[in-house]
């Protein structure tokens, strides 16, 4: 489900109708970007992580994956949305590009 929502979000950036539709699903492409971020520490700790873990494992047989990443955020008391002065690898690397042609 995530990856078939990033395609989609993919898509309907190409052909929004406007700039905030399109601001709308940019918007929504960071949001998810922060989310999957913030699940790197998670799967890389298993000895803190192991019950949290298997309640993911748990919740994907039931859920979506989206669904059983986001359960699992809230599991860990962080945020669903990324702070403002967060910026994802895309944009990281469009900001670069950008003061690249500047020069």
């Known amino acids: 489900m995530l990856l078939d929502k990033m395609i989609g979000l993919s898509l309907f950036e ?20 922060w ?9 890389s700790d298993a000895a803190s992580n192991g019950a949290l873990q298997r309640r993911y494992w748990e919740l994907l ?4 994956d ?6 699992t955020l809230e599991a860990m008391n962080l945020p669903l ?6 910026r994802s690898q895309a944009e990281k690397l469009a900001e ?7 020069r």
């Open 14 to 33: 190409r052909d929004a109708a406007d700039a905030g539709e399109k601001n709308a699903i940019l918007s929504e492409r960071r949001r998810l970007h």
């Open 35 to 43: 989310q999957q971020e913030q699940l790197i520490p998670f799967w």
């Open 61 to 64: 047989g039931s859920e979506s």
């Open 66 to 71: 989206l669904t059983a990443m986001q359960r």
């Open 81 to 86: 949305e990324p702070p403002t002065s967060w």
């Open 96 to 102: 670069e590009e950008a003061k690249q042609g500047q």
